[in-house]
């Protein structure tokens, strides 16, 4: 797992977590919160050779990603409906989000780090946030069918 620490002056108020639901055991890992599922939202940037065995971390599939038609609107939306799930639990409680697409290792990646960027921005660093990418060094999964 990688984690990406956004700190702020308070304590930590949400984590966002990117996984490949193909993976053994992943939807163990959606345990409360809001679940975002981006297999049919957006297109796979494991199709193209090129950016097959890299990650949403990396600026060229972070931006491809970002750039895929509806994915600024989905990003938008999501950072909205996760601040106010925040402004509505009793203060040092955590929210949650699961980021997921096939792999764990693009679509999901990109979108959770664009998420929590924003929810960060609009809390002005009051607040920490966490971003685990559970299945980020995993192997690259064969295209399902």
């Given at each position: 797992?990688?984690?990406?620490?956004?700190?702020?002056?308070?304590?930590v108020s949400a984590?966002?977590?990117?996984?490949?639901?193909?993976?053994?055991?992943?939807?163990?890992?959606?345990?409360?919160?809001?679940?975002?599922?981006?297999?049919?939202?957006?297109?796979?940037?494991?199709?193209?050779?090129?950016?097959?065995?890299?990650?949403?971390?990396?600026?060229?599939?972070?931006?491809?990603?970002?750039?895929?038609?509806?994915?600024?609107?989905?990003?938008?939306?999501?950072?909205?409906?996760?601040?106010?799930?925040?402004?509505?639990?009793?203060?040092?409680?955590?929210?949650?989000?699961?980021v997921a697409c096939?792999?764990?290792?693009?679509?999901?990646?990109?979108?959770?780090?664009?998420?929590?960027?924003?929810?960060?921005?609009?809390?002005?660093?009051?607040?920490?946030?966490?971003?685990?990418?559970?299945?980020?060094?995993?192997?690259?999964?064969?295209?399902?069918?």
């Amino acid at each position: 797992m990688q984690i990406t620490h956004l700190r702020g002056h308070g304590l930590v108020s949400a984590v966002i977590r990117s996984i490949g639901v193909r993976h053994p055991g992943a939807h163990q890992l959606v345990t409360d919160g809001l679940y975002l599922d981006l297999r049919t939202a957006l297109r796979n940037p494991a199709d193209d050779p090129g950016m097959r065995f890299r990650t949403g971390l990396d600026e060229d599939v972070y931006d491809h990603v970002l750039n895929t038609p509806g994915a600024r609107r989905i990003i938008a939306r999501t950072a909205v409906q996760l601040r106010l799930l925040a402004d509505e639990v009793p203060a040092r409680h955590v929210v949650r989000l699961t980021v997921a697409c096939q792999g764990g290792r693009h679509r999901s990646v990109a979108v959770a780090e664009a998420v929590a960027r924003r929810l960060w921005n609009a809390w002005e660093g009051a607040y920490g946030v966490d971003v685990e990418h559970h299945h980020i060094g995993q192997p690259v999964l064969p295209a399902s069918r």
